[in-house]
Antibody, heavy 118, light 109 residues
Framework: QVQLVQSGAEVKKPGASVRLSCKAS????????MQWMRQAPGQRPEWVGW????????KYSQKFQDRVTITMDTSASTAYMELSSLTSDDTAIYYC???????????WGQGTLVTVSS | QSMLTQPPSASGTPGQRVIISCSGS????????VSWLQQLPGSAPKLLIY???QRPSGVPDRFSGSRSGTSASLAISGLQSEDETDYYC???????????FGGGTKLTV
């Protein structure tokens, strides 16, 4: 079955960067895109960006444009999201979700908690 | 700025039908399909509805979606206790040039 498994929780200091991974299985990775979202405690999900695994094109939320990079390793069926210049406001659960260009957000990974604290 | 607006709460009794609304604009719901997500406590969101009223495999037909102008609705019929959780709408927004999510509705059964 389609499954997205994300990397483990991270604790970072303000100003640092974090790189998260999302390993896909159960489908052909390069036939789909991968979305990245985050959700702070008690808040709505927030879109971060996506990568089209067919051609490697990326698109980022204007909010994160200057400090996010989404990449992929097709040989490992894995997508990565790196966020730099972290502040406490970046403390959230970060999710990946598959997108087939018609059906977005299906399924989601289990999420990775990122805590930014001095 | 909040592009999609949902009521913070909704309620119903078992077996009843409840409707959750999502209000947007011509930059999102008025031009793009709406997705609905269900999020159980401590879990990742799960896709319930896409393309206004399509259900992914495995989602019961008790869940249905609709759109009218710049608003969308999620209807849940035959309410069950396990439906008590949070629901979010989502749509592409041309102003944001990205995905927008509603603030979420907590359903009490």
């Amino acid at each position: 079955q389609v499954q997205l498994v994300q990397s483990g929780a991270e604790v970072k200091k303000p100003g640092a960067s974090v790189r998260l991974s999302c390993k896909a299985s159960g489908y052909t990775f390069t036939n789909f895109a991968m979305q990245w979202m985050r959700q702070a405690p008690g808040q709505r999900p927030e879109w971060v960006g996506w990568i089209n695994a067919v051609n490697g094109n990326t698109k980022y939320s204007q909010k994160f444009q200057d400090r996010v990079t989404i990449t992929m390793d097709t040989s490992a069926s894995t997508a990565y999201m790196e966020l730099s210049s972290l502040t406490s406001d970046d403390t959230a659960i970060y999710y990946c979700a598959r997108d087939n260009f018609l059906i977005s957000f299906n399924p989601w990974g289990q999420g990775t908690l990122v805590t930014v604290s001095s | 700025q909040s592009m999609l607006t949902q009521p913070p709460s909704a309620s119903g009794t078992p077996g009843q039908r409840v409707i959750i609304s999502c209000s947007g604009s011509n930059s999102n719901i008025g031009r793009h399909p709406v997705s609905w997500l269900q999020q159980l406590p401590g879990s990742a969101p799960k896709l319930l509805i896409y393309g206004y009223n399509q259900r992914p495999s495995g989602v019961p037909d008790r869940f249905s979606g609709s759109r009218s102008g710049t608003s969308a609705s999620l209807a849940i019929s035959g309410l069950q206790s396990e439906d008590e959780t949070d629901y979010y709408c989502a749509a592409w927004d041309d102003t944001l040039n990205g995905w927008a999510f509603g603030g979420g509705t907590k359903l009490t059964v």
